[in-house]
C-alpha cells in the first residue's frame, strides 16, 4: 500500500472531519430519512430523495477520509531534525529573483494544499523544486506565468 505524508495538523483535522461526520452528519441524515419516510410514497418524496443523495456522500466521504487516514504517514514538522533544508512539512521563505516579492509556503500534503493560505501541495511543481535545496539555494520553478527564479530565504519546521 502506497503511504501518503501528510502533516500532523492535516491528520488531526481529518480525524475532526471524520468525527463530525460520524456524530453528526450521519445520524441527522438518517433521521431525515426516518421522517421523510413517514411521510408517505417514497416515489415523489424530493425530501426522500435529497436524503438519500446526503446519506451516499457523506458515508462516501467517510470511505475516503478512513482510506486516506490508513494509508498516510503522519509527519510532525517540528520533530524534524534537519537544518536548512528542505523536506516535507517545512515552511519556506523565498525572494523571487525577477519581482523581489517575499512569500512563504509550507510544503504539505494533497489533502492540506491551499495556496491561499501559503499550503503548497507536495507533488506541485513548486514543492518538488524545493524539496532537497537549502537556505541560499536558487531554483527555477516554470510557473503558469512563466520561469519563476526563486532564491530560499530561510527554512523553518513547525
Known amino acids: 500500500m502506497t503511504t501518503l505524508p ?34 408517505g410514497d417514497l416515489s415523489e418524496n424530493a425530501e426522500y430523495d435529497a436524503a438519500k443523495d446526503r446519506q451516499g456522500f457523506i458515508e462516501g466521504r467517510i470511505a475516503e477520509i478512513e482510506s486516506k ?16 533544508r528542505v523536506v516535507f512539512g517545512a515552511t519556506v521563505e523565498l525572494v523571487d529573483q525577477d519581482s523581489g516579492i517575499t512569500v512563504t509556503y509550507q510544503i504539505v500534503g494533497e489533502d492540506e494544499a491551499d495556496i491561499k493560505l501559503g499550503l503548497v501541495n507536495i507533488g506541485s511543481p513548486l514543492a518538488r523544486a524545493l524539496i532537497g535545496k537549502e537556505e541560499g539555494d536558487l531554483t527555477e520553478v516554470q510557473a503558469p506565468g512563466g520561469l519563476r527564479r526563486l532564491e530560499i530565504v530561510l527554512v523553518r519546521y513547525g
Open 6 to 39: 501528510i502533516t500532523l495538523r492535516g491528520a488531526e483535522k481529518l480525524k475532526a472531519e471524520l468525527k463530525r461526520l460520524k456524530s453528526v452528519d450521519r445520524p441527522w441524515v438518517i433521521n431525515a430519512i426516518a421522517e421523510a419516510r413517514a411521510q
Open 69 to 84: 487516514l490508513s494509508a498516510a504517514q503522519v509527519i510532525d514538522p517540528v520533530l524534524i531534525e534537519v537544518v536548512g
